[in-house]
């Protein structure tokens, strides 16, 4: 059976990358590979074509082929982590994609955690095998490491040896020899070395902590060379994943289209809103505060689960009552533990909100970080999306303990009705936005 219709996208540093789009309305998902990306050769392996037809049946499934793989242009030298978000970023565009998962496999886990965080606004969920959020977790793979010292002397074997890596000690030689195929069909040995030594400077672990959508850590123990203490490691970074056992590695794509698959209101996670429905959204300016918890990782260890939960619900409620007090519409599918998002009218009420929630937080013990922003928003299935909740979140992650920041938007809208004096901050930069935002701190009275 032939591959879907290729087409093709160029990058903003020009490079040509290969993909195709299958299946149709929602979920839409990106699966994300390297090393082994090629999207003609995978389509002759009838355990990734099955998996791909299953995926387009059920919402729309995107391929590409990353810089240096596959169909794309394969002569590259970059392979930073910013230039593989450009792949990504061109696809989108060309697609005119508004919402987005992503399933990250091998060493695309990295950079699928940096777009997830630098395009929060559009993301719905994220699903990484392994769970890695730097090339220090992909490389600790002493195999792998021992590998690229064999790939010049003799690729083949090279190949080979490292499919016995990742397959379970029982899996059959004819599987062996054609996934390590598909492996020197993706990318040279040369160029192979190449993204080894670049993924070693690949750090996401600022980004990680970021990440605010769902997050499915997908943990092999049946691989040869897995190791529970990197799945820890980034389970511990991703505030909203949660890590599944694996028995071999092609069980993960039906544990995946569970996860994302689109659920009754009824069976919906509380954690989050998952995937948006087909709806017809609607849009309008917005004054948007973001709450979170200040250090709940360390505070969760220190107090304990039960009392740190007892202590956030309480929070939780009287963050939300301070909200509704100030005529503010909380977005209920989120909780304190993935931050409380709420949008304003006024901005005068969004202020006086947020400064009425630090005093909640002094009384409950459990600081807050307290950012606002103003923009347009799109509203769908009791959520909001857009880059201006994703500029609120960055905001509320810059200040001190129940401080609250507010963007120089916020702060030339209320500067007239709030009762309260705004200290320059100067301007930051914050990941994912173009330009330099300028940050103003709140002073009651």
Known sequence: MDAPPIQYVQTLDGVNIAYYVMGEGSPATLYYSMPHSHLEVEWQIPELREGFLGAARTGTLIRLDPRGFGLSDREIDDFSLD???????????????????????GFAVVPAIAFAARHAEMMTHLILNPPAASGEDLLAFQRVLALQELAPIDYKLATETMQRVVFPDDAPEEMIKTFAAYARASIDADRFLRVAADTRSWEADEDAKAVRVRTLLLHDRAGTDSDIART????SLISRSRVVFMDGPFSGGAIASAFYAPQPPDEQDEEGPGEPSGASPTSGTAIILFADIVDSTALSEQLGDSTFRERSRTL?????????????????????????????????DAIRAALACAT??????????????????????????GQAVSIASRVSGLTAPNEVLVSATVRDIARASADVSFEDRGERELKGVSEPVRLFAVRAG
Request: zero cysteines; charged letters at 25%.
């Open 232 to 235: 820890r490691r980034v389970a």
């Open 316 to 348: 939780e409620e009287r963050v939300r009552a301070q909200i509704t007090a100030h005529a503010g519409t909380s977005v209920e599918r989120r909780t304190l533990g993935d931050g409380v998002l709420a949008t304003f009218a006024s901005a005068s």
């Open 83 to 105: 230039a593989m978000l450009l792949d990504i970023e061109a696809l989108v565009e060309r697609i005119g994609l508004r919402f987005l998962g992503i399933y990250a496999n």
């Open 360 to 385: 909640v937080g002094d009384d409950v013990g459990l600081a807050l970080h307290l950012g606002l922003h103003a923009g347009d928003v799109l509203r769908e299935n009791a959520n909001v999306y």
